[in-house]
C-alpha cells in the first residue's frame, strides 16, 4: 500500500522561500505521476502541481509557475516543491499526491494516493 509522508511546513514571511517535500513508500515511484494541492479551510482543495515520474514531465498551476518548483530526488521516492515569493495567499495545508496512471491530472479525483498535510503559514 501507498504511504505518503510530507514534511517542511512551517511560518515564513512574505517574499521568502521553503521547500516542502514528499516521501512516497509502499510503490514503485518510479511509475507514479506525483503531485501537490494545497487547500485552506471553508474551500476547495486546488491543484498546485504535478510531475510524471517516467519522464519528468511538469505542470503548474498559473498562479505559482513562475514561483514554484517541484523537483524529484532521482533514486529515492522523494519530490520537493520548493516555493519562492511566498505570498500570503499561498497560506494553506498543502497535500502530496500520487497516482498509477500518466495522466498528470489536476483534479483530486484524478490521483488515489494522498498524505496528511503539511501546513505552511505565509505572514505579511
Known amino acids: 500500500q501507498v504511504h505518503l509522508e510530507e514534511s517542511g511546513g512551517t511560518t515564513v514571511q512574505a517574499g521568502g522561500s521553503l521547500r516542502i517535500s514528499c516521501t512516497l513508500s509502499g510503490g514503485t515511484f518510479s511509475r507514479f505521476t506525483m503531485a501537490w494541492f494545497r487547500q485552506v479551510p471553508g474551500k476547495e482543495r486546488e491543484f498546485v502541481a504535478c510531475?510524471?515520474?517516467?519522464?519528468?514531465?511538469?505542470y503548474y498551476k498559473d498562479s505559482v509557475k513562475d514561483r514554484f518548483i517541484i523537483a524529484r530526488e532521482n533514486g529515492a521516492g522523494i519530490v520537493h516543491l520548493q516555493m519562492f515569493s511566498l505570498k500570503p495567499e499561498d497560506t494553506a495545508t498543502y497535500y502530496c499526491a500520487a497516482d498509477r496512471r500518466t495522466l498528470m491530472g489536476t483534479m483530486v479525483s484524478d490521483y488515489e494516493s494522498w498524505g496528511q498535510g503539511t501546513r505552511v503559514t505565509v505572514s505579511s
Open positions: 510531475m510524471r515520474w517516467t519522464d519528468g514531465a511538469i
